[in-house]
């Protein structure tokens, strides 16, 4: 069966400080990959995506950043973090042939104080 | 207009009622509606979807799909203190850009189930 990994699970920054948060799923391959922020009152709002190796698109402009440098691990890093960066960000996979339907990480919660 | 509208409650209901959910959308190129259940400080959990318009039941839960007055809606039955959760519908659509289906969230409606 498939697995997604987030880690941390919960982090504290102070602004201006570097983040990267790391995801990773087993147990399928080439999976579609994503990754989402969820802040208060405001929904899961979709940041990037990626269809496979070193391919990235971004949905949202921010000083956010993704990479995939490997088939199942997919990283979301930031220069310099911001308040406005806080909120729970969470990593989804889908398989690639067409299907819709998504399945999220536990989440890596981010407070920038 | 918001893409997808959820009324974020909270909705707070008795043990053993019968729970409705519902999201407007106005997209007209969403095909596919789901619904998702989040516990607190969890990430959201798939429970069902289905494709246009029509009903689909898995045990205590229905979703319903309306495309003509682009209306959904997720029933549960015989609610127990354990579906206390927030449910995030969501629709889809085929991002041809992305080569794969692109998800609009709703923000969600926080229900309590009390004992």
């Known amino acids: 069966s498939q697995t997604i990994h987030q880690w941390p699970a919960t982090l504290v920054q102070p602004v201006g400080s570097p983040l990267s948060l790391e995801c990773t799923v087993e147990g399928t391959s080439n999976p579609n990959l994503y990754w989402y922020r969820q802040a208060a009152g405001r929904g899961l709002q979709l940041l990037f995506y990626?269809?496979?190796?070193?391919?990235i698109s971004s949905e949202v402009p921010q000083n956010l950043s993704a990479s995939r440098p490997q088939d199942r691990q997919f990283i979301l890093s930031s220069k310099k973090l911001l308040l406005s960066d806080s909120g729970f960000y969470l990593c989804?996979?889908?398989?690639?042939?067409?299907?819709?339907?998504?399945?999220f990480g536990p989440g890596t919660r981010l407070t920038v104080t | 207009q918001k893409e997808v509208e959820q009324d974020p409650g909270p909705l707070s209901v008795p043990e053993g009622a019968i729970v409705s959910l519902n999201c407007t959308y106005s997209n007209s190129a969403f095909q596919y509606f789901m619904w998702y259940r989040q516990y607190s400080r969890k990430g959201p959990e798939l429970l069902m979807y289905t494709y246009s318009s029509g009903n689909k039941e898995d045990g205590r839960f229905t979703a319903q799909v309306d495309k003509s007055s682009k209306y959904i809606s997720l029933f549960i039955r015989d609610s127990q203190p354990s579906d206390s959760a927030t449910y995030l519908c969501a629709m889809s659509a085929f991002h041809s850009g992305a080569g794969s289906y692109q998800l609009t969230f709703g923000k969600g409606t926080k229900l309590s189930v009390i004992p």
């Open positions: 989804a996979w889908s398989v690639q042939s067409g299907t819709v339907e998504q399945y």
């Open positions: 990626s269809v496979g190796i070193g391919q």
